[in-house]
């Protein structure tokens, strides 16, 4: 598992390391992990000329050491000074350091032009103007130098990219945009989440002895490895039953296809046991393409309830369907919310629920659900009981008054604070789809996942991925878990099945098997 960790925990961790090792140890080690991610870059891209945006801080100071080492290592090497006070400005060791070592040091605030020139022939440019003592987004002096960054140039952000929000909380279009990043002792949130993860670029972690083992992350992202620890495998003493029979309410006469590519997944991620209960139509396709499923109710460990329901459909058949899902969301058992489940969603369940709606599906259910609170007094409902924990680098739920209309634009700019405020609103874990899958559940960490291909954002993928989350939720996975490992295996199944090229959400669906089976196979050969 990655941990990303907030700044105050890293400013508590980075304080007791200091308290125990020399003065000047980390920024030291930082400089020295930098120089020598830079050094293997600048042979990889054949260039010898780098220069160091250096600003007011230690991340500048790093900037400067890092491009003294550079320098004695025989690089053409400059350090650009963006602070307006020049000079004075700076990390004064780490300058003198440069300049002894031979590097050039131009002063954007005495030659604005030079400057610029010496950024703009640098084949590696470090960007040191801030790390996570920045405020969001870049200062006028700070964008030229940017904006004169060469097309061709390889781009190493130092701690993070300059401009973004450390905490990864608001995005930020005024950015360094960093083809590879090299972060100190701990990833930060901005890494793994969407509104800093593609200007974050390739992450590398320089272990400068800082210790966070213990802390807890503000942010996680599940890696390969993590499947063999949280995959249910069947033991000896298993059967069907015991391993979890999953109920899927879904597919309609408007759109059975979906059951079809819900039952397919669930089947494929192996659940012990099927039933499908559905109209007509679907339930004839769910037979013919899953006989591995018992049509109509009965006992189940969990449900999924939602993909392709037509909650306006009025005929009989349909209305028993859509008592069935209310059954269900009002039974005491894990569920799986997606789609049309969605609007039958009132308010906070008492038992696990896993809502997966994209940021459309989010914004309705935020506005209908906020709506409702709107004039009330009960604070589970509005929102109003969340509370900041600092520790995890979490904000307090904030938003606009109650009853004010959510936009999928809204959700988009800030996915990850209203993924927090639907958490809040339900109690439940919010899985919110996209290149970059956030799952949130109160009082746990953030998952963060991006595993998947952009062919993935397909018609009928989302079907896919509540299947996989419902056979592990019916298995007894915790809804965090379950969501973010259905999120993991969904997308590197989605990347095998791509393979670069066009995908369809079937073969998303007919790719879990081999998937979770390598991946299975992959923990067993692993050393130790
Ligand atoms: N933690 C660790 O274990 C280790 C940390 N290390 C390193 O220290 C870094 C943190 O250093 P830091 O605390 O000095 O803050 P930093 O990020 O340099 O920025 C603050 C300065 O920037 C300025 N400024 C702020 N916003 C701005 C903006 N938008 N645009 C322009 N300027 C802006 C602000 O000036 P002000 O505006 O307040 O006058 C202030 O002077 C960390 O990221 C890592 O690289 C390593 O050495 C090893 C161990
Ligand atoms: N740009 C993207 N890159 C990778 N995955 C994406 C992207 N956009 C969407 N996805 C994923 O594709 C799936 C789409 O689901 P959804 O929108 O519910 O589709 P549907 O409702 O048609 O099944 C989700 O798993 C989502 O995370
Ligand atoms: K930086």
Known sequence: MIRAHSVEAVRAAEAAAMARLPEGELMSRAAHGLAEVAAARLADVEGTTVVGLVGAG??????????????????????VLVPSAGRSGVHAAGLRAAESAGALVHVAAEDPEDAVEAVAEAALVLDGIVGIGGRPGLRPEAARLVDAIDDDAWVIAVDLASGL???????????????????????????????????TGRLTVVDIGIEVDDVPAAVERLTWDDVTTLW???????????????????????????????????????VGML??????????????????????????????????????????????????????????????????????????????????????????????????????????????????????????????????????????????????????????????????????????????????????????????????????????????????????VHGVAADRASGGGPLRALAVAHGLRPTVRDLLARGRSAPG
């Open 58 to 79: 230690d991340n500048g100071g790093d900037t400067l050491y890092a491009v003294a080492q550079l320098a004695e290592s025989g690089f053409a090497s400059a350090a």
């Open 165 to 199: 929000d450390p905490a990864g909380e608001s995005g930020e279009d005024d950015a360094v945009w960093a083809d590879e990043t090299v972060t100190f002792g701990t990833p930060k949130p901005v890494h793994l989440l969407p509104a800093g993860e593609a200007a």
């Open 232 to 270: 249910p495998v069947p033991g000896r003493g298993d059967d069907k039953y015991s391993r979890g029979v999953l109920g899927v309410v879904a597919g309609s006469e408007a759109y059975p296809g979906a059951a079809v590519l819900c039952t397919t997944a669930a089947a494929e991620a192996g």
């Open 275 to 488: 039933r499908y209960v559905g109209t007509p139509t679907p339930v004839g396709l769910v037979h013919q393409a899953v006989p591995e499923a018992v049509v109509g109710e009965g006992r189940v460990q969990a449900w999924v309830v939602g993909p392709g329901l037509d909650t306006d459909a009025d005929d009989e058949r349909a209305r028993e369907q859509l008592d069935a899902a209310r059954a269900a969301l009002g039974s005491d058992l894990p569920v799986v919310v997606d789609a049309g489940g969605l609007a039958l969603v009132e308010g906070r369940r008492g038992a696990p629920t896993v809502l997966t709606p994209h940021a459309g599906e989010l914004a309705r259910l935020l506005t209908r659900l906020e709506g409702r609170s709107a004039g009330t007094d009960d604070g589970t409902q509005g929102g109003s009981g969340a509370t900041a924990d600092r520790d995890r680098g979490e904000r307090p739920v904030t938003g606009p008054a109650r009853g004010a209309e959510t936009t999928a634009d809204d959700v988009k700019a800030d996915p990850l604070g209203h993924a927090r405020r639907l958490a809040a609103l339900t109690g439940a874990t919010v899985l919110l789809k996209g290149a970059t899958t956030l799952v949130v559940t109160e009082g746990e960490p953030v998952r963060s996942q991006a595993d998947a291909p952009s062919w993935l954002a397909t018609a009928g993928a989302g079907d896919v991925l509540s299947g996989v989350i419902g056979a592990l939720l019916a298995s007894g996975l915790a809804p965090h878990d379950a969501a973010s490992l259905g999120a993991l």
